[in-house]
C-alpha cells in the first residue's frame, strides 16, 4: 500500500481535500473527507471479498480516495465531481507510482462512480439484492461502496436531504 500512502501525502491531494473541506464547511449533509474516502475504500474491499471482485487492491483504493477530490470545482464552477476529479487523478496517480494503463483503469472508475441512469430514471448499477454478478467493474463497486459508505440512519439532516428514501441507508450493513 506504499503507492497509496503517497498518494494520502501527495501535495495535490492535500490542497484539494483541504478544497473540499473549505467548500463545504458549512454543508449540513454528508461531507467528501478523508473519512468518507476511506470508508468507500474500505467498504468496497469488504464487497470484494464477500462478492469475489476481481478488482486490484491498490487501483482501487486509489480510485477511492480520488472519486470525489474535485468536488469544490463542482461547487464552485459548476463541473460535475466525477469529470473534475478523474481530471486530478492521474497527475497524482503518476507522481505515485501508477503506470499509465493503472492509470487510465482508476480514471475510467472515476467517471463512472456516479453510475448512470436509465431511461426510467433508475441508476444503472442496481442494488447489492438485485446485483447481477456478471458485471462486476471497478466503477460499479465504487458507485455501490460509496452509497453504502452514507450513515443516513444517523444523519441530522436527514429530513432535509434530497435523496430518495429508497435510497437511504436505514440501517449498518457494512
Given amino acids: 500500500m506504499e503507492r497509496i500512502d503517497r498518494i494520502i501525502h501527495h501535495p495535490l491531494f492535500v490542497e484539494h481535500m483541504?478544497?473540499?473541506?473549505?467548500?463545504?464547511?458549512?454543508?449540513?449533509?454528508?461531507?467528501h473527507d478523508l473519512e468518507h474516502l476511506l470508508n468507500v475504500a474500505r467498504i468496497g474491499r469488504i464487497m470484494m471479498a464477500e462478492e469475489n471482485?476481481?478488482?486490484?487492491?491498490?487501483?482501487?483504493?486509489?480510485?477511492?480516495?480520488?472519486?470525489?477530490i474535485g468536488r469544490h470545482l463542482q461547487y464552485k464552477k459548476g463541473i460535475p465531481h466525477e469529470?473534475?476529479?478523474a481530471q486530478i487523478a492521474p497527475f497524482i496517480l503518476?507522481?505515485?507510482g501508477f503506470t499509465a494503463e493503472e492509470i487510465q483503469r482508476i480514471v475510467e472508475a472515476i467517471k463512472?462512480?456516479?453510475g448512470e441512469k436509465k431511461a426510467s430514471g433508475?441508476?444503472?448499477?442496481?442494488?447489492?439484492?438485485?446485483y447481477c454478478a456478471e458485471s462486476?467493474?471497478?466503477a460499479e463497486l465504487l458507485y455501490r461502496a460509496d452509497k453504502a459508505s452514507r450513515a443516513c440512519y444517523a444523519c441530522a439532516a436527514k429530513d432535509k436531504c434530497n435523496w430518495d428514501d429508497a435510497k437511504k441507508n436505514q440501517s449498518l450493513k457494512y
Fill in 18 to 31: 483541504e478544497a473540499n473541506r473549505v467548500a463545504e464547511q458549512d454543508r449540513i449533509f454528508c461531507k
Fill in 53 to 68: 471482485y476481481q478488482v486490484e487492491l491498490p487501483l482501487y483504493y486509489g480510485a477511492a480516495l480520488l472519486h470525489d
Fill in 83 to 85: 469529470v473534475a476529479s
Fill in 94 to 96: 503518476e507522481e505515485c
Fill in 112 to 114: 463512472g462512480h456516479r
Fill in 122 to 130: 433508475q441508476d444503472c448499477f442496481p442494488s447489492a439484492e438485485a
Fill in 136 to 138: 462486476k467493474t471497478m
